[in-house]
């Protein structure tokens, strides 16, 4: 009788053989260093790459550690998203988008509050860099020799910080606060404050910039007040700072003081749009629930979360250098009725 003979299918070695990750790199059709990639750090490469490297691993047999290798679940580590404060509602949709985009990817989410606190994401860019493969930083309160540094480290993108060298998302709330601007001068508005944010804040100074340049054009006062914090407990005393200001309108740094504003000048018994208006930034969830439901910047915040975590995903997955370092995304005033005419100046009114 004759010996049985194994019979070698398609792809696959006979029996005795034992799959190299060379043959599992030569079916898949990339380079064994690729496919050793694929197979142990599959967040490293493409997920067309991986699927064709695990196909192949699995019609060879190919067995590592002793163990055959089945396809698992991409999970390609942690990426820590660094918010400033994670009770405001700005970045509700900004941690939504990047755990929905990071979890299609194959990543996990670690969220990290730095409490408006400098000092505190410094440490923790430093504590967990050894414990995430990227990081996304929103309103990234550090100087930009620090952003630098970080990103020379670990992949890092930001949203709202324009750092040389380092890969952002801004969104674009000048444009809204000139916007905001040309819209309390059609009103009859020629006196309006800026409540200022935190003095650490990029956009903070971008807006007061832009404040100060649309003032010169249109022939009017622009005045600062603040800086306050960037909630709503700050705005009573924000308030009567603008009260006693003289000015009859103002913008906010963000939605959530200009609500506070609002809630104080209704204690005051001031009418809002009748003898003050109010601007806001950020359309926040509830931004239109306030009363008078608050005009405020409208601003692609969920839009921002996603292209960050793909700015990010694209660098960790291919070359740094091929990946697109900045995008700007536009924003939009939204009317509302906590604007209205100025006041009249006629002593009789």
């Known amino acids: 009788m004759d010996a049985p003979v194994d019979i070698a299918q398609p792809g696959i070695p006979a029996s005795g053989h034992s799959p190299t990750l060379k043959e ?141 060298g380092v890969p952002t998302v801004v969104i674009n709330t000048p444009e809204g606060v000139q916007q905001a601007v040309e819209h309390l001068f059609s009103l009859g508005h020629r006196d309006i404050a800026y409540i200022a944010g935190p003095p650490t804040s990029w956009s903070d100074s971008r807006r007061w910039i832009v404040m100060q340049s649309a003032a010169e054009q249109l022939g009017i006062t622009v005045r600062r007040l603040g800086p306050y914090h960037p909630s709503r407990r700050s705005g009573p005393a924000a308030a009567d700072a603008l009260l006693n200001s003289g000015s009859t309108a103002c913008i906010a740094f963000n939605d959530l003081v200009a609500i506070g504003i609002l809630a104080r000048l209704s204690e005051r018994g001031i009418d809002v749009p009748g003898e003050l208006s109010v601007v806001g930034c950020d359309d926040i969830f509830g931004a239109d629930f306030c009363n008078p439901p608050l005009t405020t910047i409208t601003a692609p915040i969920e839009q921002a979360g996603r292209v960050a975590t793909d700015l990010l995903i694209s660098r960790l997955r291919v070359d740094a250098s091929q990946s697109r370092t900045q995008v700007v995304l536009p924003t939009h005033l939204t009317m509302r009725a906590s604007t209205g005419p100025a006041p009249s100046t006629d002593p009789r009114r």
Do not use: C, W
């Open 24 to 164: 599992v790199a030569a079916m898949s059709g990339v380079a064994a260093s690729t496919a050793s990639r694929a197979l142990t750090q599959p967040g490293r490469v493409s997920r067309a790459t991986l699927e064709r490297v695990r196909e192949a691993a699995e019609q060879l047999g190919y067995i590592a550690s002793g163990r055959a290798r089945q396809p698992q679940p991409v999970q390609a580590g942690a990426v820590a998203v660094l918010v400033p404060d994670i009770t405001n509602p700005y970045f509700f949709d900004v941690i939504r988008s990047t755990q929905h985009q990071l979890k299609a990817a194959g990543y996990r989410q670690m969220l990290v509050d730095t409490e408006e606190d400098i000092d505190l994401e410094a440490s923790y860019l430093d504590e967990f860099r050894s414990s995430v493969v990227g990081f996304v930083l929103v309103a990234a309160r550090l100087g930009d020799d620090q952003l630098v540094a970080a990103a020379a480290k670990t992949p890092l993108v930001t949203i709202n910080r324009d750092t040389p």
